[in-house]
Structure formats: C-alpha cells, structure tokens
C-alpha cells in the first residue's frame, strides 16, 4: 500500500520489485501521472485517512505524506485512527514505513528557493508558525507554451509533528519501532525523520 503516492515513482519501483501496488493521491494530477509511471499498479484519487486498506505486506507513506493538510488537519486522533487501521491490515512480520518533517523550536524553517530548466521556473517561499505546529509552502511555477509563459500559484499546508508523540502511538498499536535521519544509507533533508514500524512476526 502507498498511500500518498504521489507521481507513482516507488510505486513503479515496487512493481518492478515484484509487489502488487495499491497507492492512493489526493490529487487527481497525481493519479493520472501515476496511472502512466507505474501501469502495473492500481491507483485510487483517495485521501489516506480514508482509503479502505486491505491486507498488505507493506505500507509506505513516502515523501511527508502524512503531515500534509489537503484532506483535512491530521490531528493527532484521525494519525492514531490510521495507525490502528494500518496495524489491522498488515501481516505478521509487515513494515510501515514513512518520513515526516519534525518539530524543533531551535530552528523554525524559513526561506526561498528556486530551480529552472529550458521553459520552466518554480520559485518556492518556505515559513513555519511554531505556535500552530504549521509549515506554509507557496509555491510559484512558470510554463513555458505556445510561446508565453503560463503561471501557477499553489500553497500547502503541512503539520509538523513531534518525532516522539509519533513514536510513541506507534508503540501503542504494538508497532516495533525504529527512527532515523535516513533510508539505510540514504540521508533524510534536516528536520525530517524516517519510522519504520514493524509488526511481530
């Protein structure tokens, strides 16, 4: 189960591991480009807090899945509701496996930055309400079509969580958990946390 799946990249890589891929997007975008990513895998336009999950082996929530807004505040009663579905839904010996962005009052995130390529610009502005455990992406992108530039505006709203709390609602539904700064030898950006949760044999 990838839930959060995004444009279907780990979907695809999963596939061609071997898995049946179930993934699950909020957005339609998403979906569609990942309908043509990963044609092996089966995909549902869904938020993960209510896709029907069925018995699985492993369930990944890649790429700050979990703090984003877009279908509603993931407080901490609908995080705990999904884990006691995810609990439900994984075999004997499963994995969860997700990243979050995480709190620390030390070093509030903010700034901007851009990329660009031949006929493309996206500029993004990055700020963090520590009262309201919020970080704001607002993110501009410039297209380049029929000879004008095309400009979209989207802002995201995530949660940041405390790595802890998350931890211990893990251990709570009989997860075995451990938290990292990386994917094996695969480094995490600063504040973001990896847990792999795992289920007794």
Same mark, same amino acid.
């Given at each position: ?21 179930? *993934?699950?997007?909020?957005? =339609?975008? $998403? ?5 043509? &990513? ?6 549902r336009c869904q938020s993960l807090f209510d896709l029907a999950l069925p018995r699985a082996r492993v369930v990944t929530m890649l790429g700050e899945g979990l703090n984003y807004c877009? *279908? ?6 609908? &995080?705990?509701? @999904?884990?006691?579905? %995810?609990?439900?839904?994984?075999? =004997?010996g499963g994995l969860l496996a997700f990243d979050v962005i995480v709190a620390d009052d030390r070093e509030p995130m903010h700034g901007t930055n851009g990329r660009a390529g031949v006929?493309?610009? &996206? ?6 309400? @520590?009262?309201?455990?919020? !970080?704001?992406?607002? %993110? ?14 989207? &802002? ?6 405390? #790595?802890?709390? @998350?931890? $211990?609602? !893990?251990?709570?539904? *009989? ?5 990292? =700064?990386?994917? *094996?030898?695969?480094?995490?950006? =600063?504040?973001?946390? #990896?847990?792999?949760?795992? $289920?007794?044999?």
């Amino acid at each position: 189960l990838d839930l959060g799946c995004g444009s279907g990249t780990f979907a695809r890589l999963a596939t061609e591991a071997g898995f049946e891929v179930l *993934g699950a997007d909020l957005s =339609p975008a $998403m979906i569609e480009l990942a309908r043509e &990513v990963a044609p092996q895998a089966e995909f549902r336009c869904q938020s993960l807090f209510d896709l029907a999950l069925p018995r699985a082996r492993v369930v990944t929530m890649l790429g700050e899945g979990l703090n984003y807004c877009a *279908g509603g505040e993931p407080d901490d009663r609908r &995080v705990d509701e @999904l884990f006691a579905r %995810i609990h439900a839904a994984l075999e =004997p010996g499963g994995l969860l496996a997700f990243d979050v962005i995480v709190a620390d009052d030390r070093e509030p995130m903010h700034g901007t930055n851009g990329r660009a390529g031949v006929d493309w610009a &996206v500029i993004s502005a990055i700020s963090e309400d @520590l009262d309201a455990g919020h !970080l704001i992406r607002t %993110i501009t992108a410039f297209r380049e079509v029929d000879d004008h530039y095309r400009r979209s505006d989207e &802002v995201h709203v995530v949660r940041v969580f405390e #790595a802890s709390a @998350l931890a $211990m609602l !893990l251990k709570a539904h *009989g997860f075995e958990v451990e938290v990292s =700064p990386c994917y *094996g030898i695969y480094p995490l950006l =600063p504040r973001r946390r #990896a847990f792999l949760a795992h $289920m007794e044999s």
